[in-house]
T-cell receptor, first 115, second 113 residues
């Protein structure tokens, strides 16, 4: 089945040690998103890629970066994780942007723990 | 995007219908109403969406008030697998960049056996 895959499902890192989370998709969708979801909170959009065009949300900290080397893969880099960055990180895709009826397809998420 | 208001939590008995309300009093004429749900330890998944008319699919029904200031997601027979957080989201047809979702707080549905 076509899907959005996130690896690893659980990631432990140390305070200040850079970490990379990965997302891949077999849907061939143009848009890929990264969300942060802290405990008992709703997902919060960090940024999205439309093809190779990167779009950052205004309140996303500079500590968070992203790369999309090709259509299928997208990475979330946290340059210096702090304790407040411990969260579930969700990757999602949609076929296009600017089409409000498009469905977003989410991966299962990566649970990040910062020690 | 316009904001939505949902109850924090609701309970339902198994195999009974569930009506999950959402208020969106500042909705614009071009806002679509989307519902997603998030099962425990999973990413959100699409449930249904609509603009003005009531909508049905295999998962649920969406009833939209005539003035569009509120909507209700209807699960016709709740099962234990329906226990999840349900998010009501507005998307503006007039926004030409991005397909961003700004999630509200959602309703945590508990299904009682």
């Amino acid at each position: 089945d076509a899907m959005v895959i996130q690896n690893p499902r659980y990631q432990v890192t140390q305070f200040g040690k850079p970490v990379t989370l990965s997302c891949s998709q077999t849907l061939n969708h143009n848009v890929m998103y990264w969300y942060q979801q802290k405990s008992s909170q709703a997902p919060k959009l960090l940024f999205h890629y439309y093809d190779k065009d990167f779009n950052n949300e205004a309140d996303t900290p500079d500590n968070f970066q992203s790369r999309r080397p090709n259509t299928s893969f997208c990475f979330l880099d946290i340059r210096s994780p702090g304790l407040g960055d411990a969260a579930m990180y969700l990757c999602a895709t949609s076929r296009d942007r600017g089409r409000v009826t498009d469905t977003q397809y989410f991966g299962p998420g990566t649970r990040l723990t910062v020690l | 995007d316009a904001k939505t208001t949902q109850p924090n939590s609701m309970e339902s008995n198994e195999e009974e219908p569930v009506h999950l309300p959402c208020n969106h009093s500042t909705i614009s004429g071009t806002d679509y109403i989307h519902w997603y749900r998030q099962l425990p330890s999973q990413g959100p998944e699409y449930v249904i969406h609509g603009l003005t008319s009531n909508v049905n699919n295999r998962m649920a029904s969406l009833a939209i008030a005539e003035d569009r200031k509120s909507s209700t997601l209807i699960l016709h027979r709740a099962t234990l697998r329906d226990a999840a957080v349900y998010y009501c989201i507005l998307r503006d047809e007039g926004v030409s960049t991005g397909n961003q979702f700004y999630f509200g707080t959602g309703t945590s549905l508990t299904v009682i056996p």
